[in-house]
C-alpha cells in the first residue's frame, strides 16, 4: 500500500511546525545553551561512578523514583502541603501538563519567551497564545496579559520567572494579579532559580491554581534530564496520570540523587557563573554599539545598535565562539543576541570576539 498523503495522516499543526533546532557546536566555545560550563571535581566524579555500581540495569527503575522525589523536596524547601511530579527534563513536564489539557484549552505565554510552550501547544493540537512583552523593559504588559485571559479563558499560562531569552525577573505584583485572574492553572518556570534571589515556592501553599516548575539543567546536570513541578496535590494527581511509567531512568535516578547528596561543589560553580554575569555584564555596559539587559540568569541578552546581529553572530563563530542569535525572531528581539555565562577564559574569548565584530 502505498503512504496516503502526509495532509490525511497528520495533524496541520504537525506539518506547518519545525522541528527544535539545536545547532552543531562542535568545536566552538559554546556559550549558546546556557549549560553550565564546569565539569566535576575527579574524587566527586570518581565517587559518583562507584555510586552508580548499586544501578540494576537489568530491571525497570523506580516507576515513581521516590528517593530521588524525596531529595529533590528536600533541597528545593517545597511546602509539606505541596505535591511533586517528575519528568524527563522539564520539557516532559509542559507536555505531562498539556496533554491532560481538553482538546479545546488555550495555552498562554509571554513573548519573547521559551520556544518549548508553544511549540508542545501546537503539537498536541491546542490553541496558543502569546502575549508582547512590554519593550525594552521586557517586563509583562498587565493590562495585555489580563485581556488576553479574558478573551482565551486559557487553562494553562506559563510565566519564566527569570524568562528566557530575555533573563529578567517579571513584577512579582504582576504574577500575583495572573494568579488571582488566570481560570487555569499558572505554571511559574524556575529553570534559571539557581542564578536568581526569586522564587514562588514558598507562595505554593497561598494558591490553588499555582504550579512551580524546576529542572536541574542549568544547575550543572542538562545531561540528566530531570525537572520537576510542584503544586496542589488534586492537580498533581491527575497529571501523575499522563505521565509515562518509568520516565526518569535508573542512572537519572542515582545521578541526580547523588548530586543532590554532594551539593557543595555544584553550589560553588554556581556562585562562579553568578561573578561571572557581572563581569560580563560590566564588559558589555562598557561597549557603547551594544545595549545589555540587566539578568538574574546564567545568560545575558543584548541588542546590536550599530551592526546587524547576523553579522555579529556571523563574525563571533568565525572567531571560534557560537552565541545565540534571536534576531530571526523579529520583533522585540531584532538584533538580539543571548550569550550563555561561561568559564572566565570562554567569556573573555566571547567578549574580544565580539569588539573585534564590531569594530
Ligand atoms: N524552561 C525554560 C525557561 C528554559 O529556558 C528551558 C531550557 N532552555 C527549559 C524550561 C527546559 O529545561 P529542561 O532542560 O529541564 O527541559
Not at 246 to 263: K, M, R, S, V
Not at 303 to 310: F, G, M, N, S, V
Amino acid at each position: 500500500m502505498p503512504l496516503p498523503p502526509l495532509e490525511t495522516l497528520f495533524r496541520r499543526e504537525v506539518l506547518a511546525m519545525s522541528a527544535y533546532h539545536v545547532a552543531d557546536a562542535s568545536n566552538y566555545i559554546k556559550l549558546d545553551a546556557m549549560e553550565n560550563p564546569y565539569t566535576w571535581p575527579a574524587d566527586i566524579q570518581q565517587a559518583w561512578l562507584e555510586h552508580l555500581k548499586s544501578c540494576p540495569l537489568n530491571r525497570y527503575p523506580d516507576p515513581e523514583a521516590k528517593a530521588l522525589a524525596d531529595a529533590v523536596r528536600r533541597s528545593n524547601a517545597i511546602p509539606d502541603a505541596s505535591a511533586i511530579l517528575l519528568g524527563n527534563g522539564s520539557d516532559e513536564i509542559i507536555q505531562i501538563l498539556l496533554m491532560a489539557l481538553p482538546s479545546t484549552a488555550a495555552v498562554l505565554a509571554p513573548e519573547p519567551g521559551f520556544v518549548m510552550y508553544k511549540q508542545i501547544a501546537l503539537s498536541l493540537g491546542l490553541r496558543y497564545r502569546g502575549v508582547p512583552l512590554a519593550a525594552e523593559s521586557f517586563d509583562l504588559d498587565l493590562p495585555a496579559v489580563l485581556a488576553a485571559i479574558e478573551a482565551e479563558k486559557p487553562a494553562a499560562i506559563f510565566l519564566a520567572y527569570p524568562n528566557n531569552p530575555t533573563g529578567n525577573l517579571f513584577d512579582p505584583a504582576a504574577i500575583e494579579a495572573i494568579l488571582a485572574a488566570a481560570p487555569g492553572v499558572v505554571v511559574v518556570d524556575e529553570a534559571y532559580a539557581p542564578f536568581a534571589d526569586a522564587s514562588f515556592i514558598e507562595q505554593l501553599p497561598q494558591h490553588d491554581n499555582l504550579l512551580v516548575m524546576r529542572t536541574v539543567s542549568k544547575l550543572g546536570l542538562a545531561g540528566l534530564r530531570l525537572g520537576f513541578l510542584a503544586g496542589p496535590p488534586a492537580l498533581l494527581e491527575q497529571l501523575n496520570k499522563v505521565r509515562l511509567p518509568y520516565n526518569i531512568n535508573c542512572l537519572t535516578q542515582a545521578t541526580a540523587g547523588f548530586a543532590l547528596e554532594h551539593p557543595q561543589f555544584l553550589l560553588d560553580q554556581t556562585r562562579l557563573i553568578r561573578e561571572q554575569r557581572s563581569v560580563v555584564m560590566q564588559a558589555l555596559q562598557a561597549i557603547d554599539s551594544v545595549k545589555a539587559y540587566p539578568s538574574a540568569a546564567n545568560f545575558i541578552l543584548f541588542r546590536t545598535l550599530t551592526k546587524p546581529a547576523d553579522a555579529v553572530f556571523a563574525s563571533l563563530k568565525q572567531h571560534g565562539v557560537l552565541i545565540k542569535n534571536l534576531s530571526p525572531q523579529g520583533g522585540l528581539l531584532e538584533n538580539c543576541l543571548r550569550a550563555t555565562i561561561g568559564k572566565p577564559e570562554e567569556n573573555q574569548a566571547f567578549l574580544q570576539a565580539l569588539k573585534a565584530a564590531l569594530a
